[in-house]
């Protein structure tokens, strides 16, 4: 099982430039999330989706958008990158909230914004 | 409102020594779980231990142990028996079922293994 995998692992993007973050699971995960962490700092939530068809806002979802494709798949797009999103961006997923079960994480996606 | 909290920037300790990271939280959920991340310099998040609030025991996994004290909203991290490979940073996180599919982190505990 390859679990939670993030494309591309680094990138580099001037101002202004557009890209999508792709992420995927295979382990059958109703839940799907897409976190930011900063130098230093926490996870802060960007958007999550409990269930295929459903998206829903985190704590920092300004200047991003998400689509949930499928039950895999679960991407968040930067319209107009700015260099305050320079982040090392993280996708999870998570079986359904009642299980109460942890958190897989993706390896991450360095971003560096110029 | 949820929140984790851990008060240990970070911590220092002798290799096979143990530590105990802590953890508070707050949560007006029935039931909830407690998680505990584990995350070194290379930058992968790695699940270490779960703890259930309806639990009788506490966790176990290996050298890691959770110290559940559910009257003081703790969850401590245990890690017995250090080893260099323990430095990291290590995050607390809970989710409820009440707010169901978020989860809520601490903002972590640098841990640095002497030799």
């Known amino acids: 099982n390859a679990g939670v995998t993030q494309t591309p692992k680094f990138q580099v993007l001037k101002t202004g430039q557009s890209m999508t973050l792709q992420c995927a699971q295979d382990?059958?995960?109703?839940?799907m999330y897409w976190y930011r962490q900063d130098p230093g700092m926490g996870l802060r939530l960007i958007y999550y989706s409990a269930s295929e068809g459903t998206t829903d806002k985190g704590e920092v979802p300004n200047g991003y958008n998400v689509s949930r494709l499928n039950k895999r798949e679960f991407s968040l797009r930067l319209e107009s990158a700015a260099p305050s999103q320079t982040s090392v961006y993280f996708c999870?997923?998570?079986?359904?909230?009642?299980?109460?079960?942890?958190?897989?994480f993706g390896p991450g996606t360095r971003l560096t914004v110029l | 409102a949820q929140k984790i909290t851990q008060t240990q920037p970070g911590m220092f300790v002798q290799e096979k020594e143990a530590v105990t990271l802590d953890c508070t939280y707050d949560t007006s959920d029935p039931s909830y779980g407690l998680f505990w991340y584990k995350q070194p310099s290379s930058g992968e998040m790695i699940f270490l231990i779960y703890?259930?609030?309806?639990?009788?025991q506490n966790a176990t996994e290996g050298r890691y142990s959770l110290n559940f004290q559910k009257a003081r909203k703790s969850a401590n991290l245990v890690i017995s028996a250090s080893q260099l490979g323990d430095s990291a940073m290590y995050f607390c996180a809970m989710r409820g079922t009440n707010t169901g599919n978020q989860f809520y982190f601490g903002t972590g505990t640098s841990l640095t293994v002497i030799p």
């Open positions: 703890q259930g609030s309806y639990d009788q």
């Open positions: 382990m059958n995960h109703n839940s």
């Open positions: 999870a997923s998570s079986e359904a909230w009642w299980t109460l079960n942890e958190q897989f």
